[in-house]
């Protein structure tokens, strides 16, 4: 047997760290896939390679993130050796060692947004955004898509490109107002510079296969082919299956298999997905052998005979209604509209809550508009473990008058006491500090 | 009371025996290997060392031979009827191996659960299939049998005409069903031919007046008694590079990070130790393009060696990875590594004078002068052997690990010393301490450290234990063991009783008390959970006698 596709994979099962011994998040959650993968002697094909993660360096998180107080505060080991196991992932593709690449780590990353105080929704630093500004720095690379099909909304992403017009973000997943975090509705789509470039497609409970790939076929490959990403990458979360215990979905390890031959993703990275023995280890091993080109039709759950996973007619005609809407919102997206004048601040106040760590988080956040580049970012966040603290960002594109605007900010924040710490990401110089 | 030790290493050319004792090297012997009739070598070396000693001195006889390795490779098999039950997943039918192969509808999962019983119609129609061929061997392997053998024994039940049946579980406690198929089928197509050479190899030692246990050496550098290895024959496949990596720690001490080359007249083999223990291959050996689960040292095997050809292309001066017969030096035809070292001056072999000879008519066909073809062949041989030590090094620390601890803290293998052994070696070791800048050490004896590693080995065996408390199970596949456990069985009872089953084993195949040094592995607990509730734990242990040099022998070698 030989892979159509060489493919790495980052295999990191952190089997000594949990959240708490009885946290979804724990040490047995890859237990079984390992097993599975062992078994069926994956990592014996030729052209399928294990690699061990790199660690996320300081500069790796601060480049993506701004982490107040500061990043230890924020993180542990665990965390930084999942997001460099995306670095490595990335590397893999980007030297072209491999084709393809898979990052099966834990923990998980797609609900830390921009600014982190804590963890949320059982993630602390987005591993995927840490893995694509890493690209971004490293490689000749522009346009990259990340699709998420973890069942729950990625908010964190969504928040980190929100004003990112060349990284586009997907989301399909169970619709917000059935679901944590509750958000990814059709309208979000991306901020005045970056309009089009958020998608969210929210599914309605029970959706199977058919349903899945209808979205695939009716928005996700219409929208990609149009956007013409150098790199595409798949947030591959495992939850929309039919078997986790905290969501209600009906998706098959053979569905997501051909999701992921439709998606044809340079690189996966593992989110969530809590069914660790009756989903896990087929879903892990159906997308292993898609990224590979391997034969991944004999791959099914032990009870999915027994299962009736046909989708209601109700519920397709349903979905194929919010997949014409999402399409029809996208192409308005391209139409001229209404925005403020280029070199004003767009405002936006925001209320955030870390599940995981029980904090609560106030920000006021301005994207400067810009024909020219992303715009200079200034967030202003307060929680309940942080004072008020300031985050700067001048983009990888900056103009002369983002850059410069986003030293004037950071001259005035730093010649007054009005924030504890203040942090600059500037993206263009390659400069990451903590004030 | 006189005690020695006898070792063979049946090689590609040579066969070498020796006979050590508590003054170190008392007889070693080199004869010409007969591959078509490994009985005739093996003989004649018995033969010519016990000459002038007193067979009843000899305390044990290990023997390390290629019969079951050459078998296999050239396909001289017996037909094997291969029944296996795989359930969903990678398609069972791309494992085929042999020409009676049947997949059999069953399935277990990863915990051990029966999902679906086995299809018993399917089963019959294969059987009879079988028995219509006059098919007296088989292979019976299922996914996930290490969790749960079930259906691997009934369909042995189902079979009791077989002559030999080799199952799946019984032979390793590793996960990996394409594996545990091919070692099964190995195991079960050499399983004829290997006993009737064992038996035939007690006759001949019966006639020699030898009534010594006698022991076969494995891939991993350990033995097994040869009563022992009559149903695990292939066990016995691929021990020619663990024979010199052991005769090596039997002449020198090792406690650091080490490489060992074994340089010979076609290849080098590599092998690595870290802190002075040989680094074992993750899963098993590979041979024949199948992967099996026999376990075995990490060794690689390159292209380079004495007699490496040496060939010009252009400016470009190689060596190997063919050989063209001897040096020329020693009555070859074409130069090699040797006549090279011969026309620099580092050894003065035989006939220096053909070595010169050989390379000036390299140098008339190339415009590069003589001395400079020799340099460069040499240069690139030894490039060749860095580049491929690196890499080794490099492959051993980007292992992947599963744990923060061993990510964080996990062994980092920096070896700075160089053991050389092999034929060639000492004419090696300037140039390779100078390539490398680490220490090189050629030990005394190095030219047949194969065979005193032979004699010297001590039994291994390794046991994967799994429990799971919520199903009460307890599974030491390899030792036949599966049993019921209470629910608040834990990880200490798990070391604990891995030990016990080890030792217990040990203690029936006749192992030394002395030798029944266990180690444990690894060890791993997982508390399951179910919604928000623990169900139990998952423990894997897994422990090993290492391999290494018995204890008596240790004794006499002072080491």
């Known amino acids: ?435 | 009371m006189i005690i020695m030790y006898l070792g063979l290493d049946v090689g590609g050319t040579h066969t070498d025996a020796v006979i050590i004792d508590k003054s170190g090297v008392v007889a070693h012997t080199k004869v010409v290997t007969t591959p078509h009739n490994l009985l005739e070598c093996i003989s004649q070396a018995f033969k010519n060392i016990l000459t002038g000693i007193d067979p009843s001195h000899i305390k044990r006889v290990n023997l390390s031979t290629t019969l079951t390795t050459n078998a296999i490779i050239e396909n001289k098999c017996e037909e094997v009827g291969v029944l296996v039950s795989g359930g969903p997943g990678i398609n069972p039918a791309l494992y085929s191996m042999g020409n009676h192969y049947y997949v059999i509808d069953g399935q277990i999962d990863h915990r051990g659960t029966e999902i679906t019983l086995l299809n018993l119609n399917q089963l019959e129609k294969a059987t009879k299939k079988c028995r219509k061929k006059g098919i007296k061997a088989f292979a019976v392997v299922s996914k996930f049998s290490t969790r749960n053998p079930v259906h691997e024994q009934y369909i042995q039940q189902k079979l009791d005409d077989a002559d030999f049946i080799s199952v799946g579980h019984t032979l390793s406690g590793n996960l990996n069903f394409p594996r545990r198929i091919a070692t099964a089928y190995y195991n079960a197509a050499v399983w004829r031919l290997y006993n009737k050479f064992s038996y035939a190899i007690e006759e001949v030692l019966r006639e020699l007046g030898v009534i010594a246990p006698v022991n076969i050496l494995k891939a991993d550098g350990g033995t097994i008694p040869l009563h022992v290895s009559r149903t695990i024959p292939v066990e016995s496949i691929l021990s020619g590079p663990a024979a010199s990596v052991i005769g090596t720690m039997a002449l020198c001490n090792i406690t650091e990070d080490a490489v060992m080359l074994d340089i010979g007249g076609t290849s080098c083999d590599i092998a690595m130790f870290a802190d002075g223990a040989p680094l074992i291959e993750k899963d098993g050996i590979r041979l024949n393009t199948h992967n099996t689960l026999v376990r075995s040292l990490k060794t690689k095997s390159i292209g380079i060696g004495g007699d490496s050809a040496i060939k010009i292309d252009g400016n470009t001066v190689t060596a190997g990875p063919q050989r063209l017969g001897m040096s020329m030096a020693e009555g070859g035809q074409n130069p090699t590594i040797i006549d090279a070292l011969n026309v620099i001056g580092t050894i003065n072999l035989k006939d220096t004078g053909r070595s010169r000879e050989g390379m000036y008519a390299l140098e008339k066909k190339s415009g590069i002068s003589s001395h400079n073809i020799a340099q460069q062949a040499i240069t690139y041989a030894l490039d060749i052997i860095y580049n491929e030590v690196m890499a080794m090094i490099d492959e051993v620390n980007s292992r992947p690990v599963y744990t923060i601890h061993e990510f964080l803290k996990g062994k980092v293998l920096k070896p700075k010393t160089i053991y050389l052994i092999g034929g060639p070696a000492k004419t090696l070791a300037h140039h390779i301490t100078q390539r490398f800048g680490w220490n090189v050490k050629v030990p005394q004896y190095a030219e047949v450290a194969n065979a005193i590693g032979a004699a010297v080995a001590r039994t291994t065996v390794d046991i994967e234990l799994f429990a799971d408390t919520q199903r009460c199970r307890l599974l030491v596949p390899n030792l036949n063991v599966n049993i019921r456990i209470p629910q608040e069985y834990d990880v200490d009872n798990a070391i604990e009783d891995a030990t016990n089953y080890m030792m217990q084993y040990l203690e029936s195949i006749g192992v030394d008390e002395r030798e029944r040094e266990i180690e444990i592995l690894q060890v791993y607990s997982f508390n399951m959970v179910e919604g928000f509730e623990t169900t139990g734990k998952n423990i894997r242990v897994h422990c090993q006698v290492k391999p290494g040099i018995l204890h008596q022998c240790r004794d006499i070698l002072k080491i």
């Open chain 1, 1 to 435: 047997m030989k892979a159509k596709s060489t493919l790495g994979i980052v295999f990191f099962p952190a089997f000594d760290w949990a959240i708490h011994p009885l946290h979804p998040e724990r040490e047995e959650r890859l237990l079984y896939t390992l097993d599975q993968l062992n078994e069926e002697g994956v990592f014996d094909i030729d052209g399928i390679y294990q690699y061990k993660p790199d660690i996320a360096s300081l500069n790796d998180i601060m480049r993506t993130h701004f982490c107040f107080p500061d990043v230890s505060k924020v993180t542990t080991e665990s965390h930084l050796i999942s997001a460099g196991g995306t670095i490595k992932a990335a590397t893999l593709v980007m030297d072209n060692i491999v084709n393809k690449s898979f990052a099966l780590v834990r923990p998980p990353g797609h609900h830390a947004m921009k600014v982190v105080h804590g963890a949320r929704g059982f993630c602390n630093i987005n591993i995927e955004a840490v893995m694509v500004e890493y690209i971004r720095e490293h490689y000749p690379v522009k346009k990259i898509a990340i699709v998420d099909t973890d069942c729950h909304h990625g908010d964190g992403t969504q928040d980190i490109y929100w004003h990112d017009r060349d990284v586009l973000y997907i989301s399909m997943h169970q619709d917000g107002r059935t679901l944590y975090p509750g958000t990814g509705a059709i309208h979000e789509l991306g901020g005045p510079n970056a309009l089009g470039t958020t998608i969210n497609i929210p599914l309605p409970p029970n959706t199977s296969d058919e349903g899945f790939l209808i979205a695939m076929e009716r928005v996700v490959l219409p929208i990609l082919k149009d956007f013409k990403p150098d790199l595409i990458i798949n947030s591959a979360g495992q939850d929309n299956h039919y078997s986790d215990p905290i969501t209600n979905m009906n998706f098959s390890a053979l569905g997501y298999a051909k999701l992921t031959e439709m998606l044809n993703a340079d690189i996966a990275v593992l989110e969530g997905g809590y069914s660790i023995q009756g989903a896990l280890p087929y879903v892990n091993l159906g997308i292993t052998l898609a990224m590979a080109g391997l034969d991944y039709s004999y791959v099914h759950e032990p009870d999915y005979s027994q299962k009736d996973l046909t989708q209601d007619k109700e519920i397709t005609k349903y979905i194929k209604r919010v997949c014409d809407q999402v399409m029809k919102r996208y192409e308005e997206c391209k139409k001229p509209s209404f925005k403020l004048m280029p070199g004003n601040y767009d405002v936006r106040k925001k209320e955030i809550y870390y599940d995981t760590d029980n904090i609560r988080e106030m920000q006021l956040e301005s994207i400067m508009v810009c024909e020219e580049c992303r715009g200079v970012l200034k967030i202003e966040t307060t929680s309940t473990v942080n004072p008020l603290c300031l985050g700067i960002e001048i983009p990888l594109d900056a103009c002369d008058r983002c850059q410069k605007e986003g030293y004037r900010l950071l001259d005035t924040a730093l010649s007054g006491d009005r924030y504890k710490y203040v942090q600059l990401i500037d993206r263009k110089n390659k400069k990451y500090v903590l004030y």
